[in-house]
């Protein structure tokens, strides 16, 4: 089914689609011939999706990829600001017009991605540029091609990061490697995004979608409320002390021993077969 969440009223330029077979929540960029930068209706329409997909029972795994050439070339800054001035009859913007937006558009999605208790999964190819970086960033797992291209345009347009990038570059590849994307805005391609850990594998252009789909498929099968409470762990992690980490991991780990899942994984452990997760 496809609509905003999930078989409602169609996204312009976002297909959401949830395989009720696998449990996989299919969101896919399809504005082509933008190089799928995002408008507000799409930033809208993904968190709408996360935030349904985590309360949704059926949902396991959350596969996020692109139509066309590339992933996602940043924010569609010239619609919006087109958008802007004809709202304000020609005007520009009040000051402050930005960081009162920012926190129910950018600054929700990355920070749902990060949180929401079900694994994602990013397949990029091409450029992944401002947002479409951060995207990739966020994501659980993210699987390149060999073709895709990674930058923080931000110091080349003469404005400073947002969606979280000066959070999450550092996080992943290092101060040094975060400091040459966002100060000096150095391209990265895709061995050197696998190399620094920026994308945790990288295939050929022809065999992305396969490789992609293939790592959501085995999310979607394994132990889903397990993954999402690890993934709540590593997250919180980077601010908790050990002590707090150590109380949130003995939370965890009573719950999830609660799980239908625990108790297959330990059976097929005594039986010395493979387990059968339920996602429960």
């Known amino acids: ?3 905003a969440p999930f078989g409602g009223t169609p996204v312009p330029g976002l297909d959401i689609a949830l395989d009720p077979a696998t449990g996989i929540l299919h969101l896919t960029l399809d504005r082509t011939a933008k190089r799928n930068a995002l408008d507000d209706t799409m930033v809208a329409g993904l968190i709408d999706a996360l935030d349904a997909a985590g309360r949704d029972e059926a949902v396991r795994a959350v596969l996020l990829a692109a139509r066309g050439a590339h992933f996602c ?3 569609d800054i010239v619609q919006r600001n087109a958008a802007e001035e004809t709202q304000g009859a020609g005007a ?5 017009s930005i960081q009162r937006r920012l926190p129910s558009q950018a600054h929700r999605l990355i920070p749902l991605m990060l949180t929401v208790q079900v694994p994602i999964v990013c397949a990029v190819r091409g450029w992944a540029a401002g947002i479409g ?6 994501a659980d797992v993210t699987v390149a091609a060999d ?21 999450l570059l550092p996080r992943r590849i290092g101060e040094v490697r975060a400091r040459k994307m966002l100060l000096l805005g150095d391209r990265v391609d895709a061995r050197t995004a696998e190399e620094w850990g920026l994308v945790d594998r990288v295939v050929p252009e022809s065999g992305l979608d396969k490789a992609a789909a293939e790592v959501a498929a085995g999310l979607a099968s394994g132990p889903t409320v397990a993954l999402g409470l690890t993934k709540w762990l590593l997250h919180n992690g980077n601010s908790a002390t050990l002590e707090q980490q150590l109380r949130d991991e003995g939370f965890a780990m009573e719950l999830s021993s609660r799980s239908h899942d625990f108790r297959e994984g330990m059976a097929a452990f005594t039986g010395k077969r493979p387990a059968a997760f339920e996602g429960r």
């Open 133 to 138: 970086l951060a995207l990739a960033l966020a």
């Open 73 to 75: 070339t940043g924010a």
């Open 1 to 3: 089914m496809t609509g």
């Open 92 to 96: 520009k913007p009040r000051v402050g």
């Open 147 to 167: 073709d895709a291209r990674f930058w923080a345009p931000f110091s080349d347009r003469g404005f400073t990061p947002d969606s979280g990038m000066t959070w």
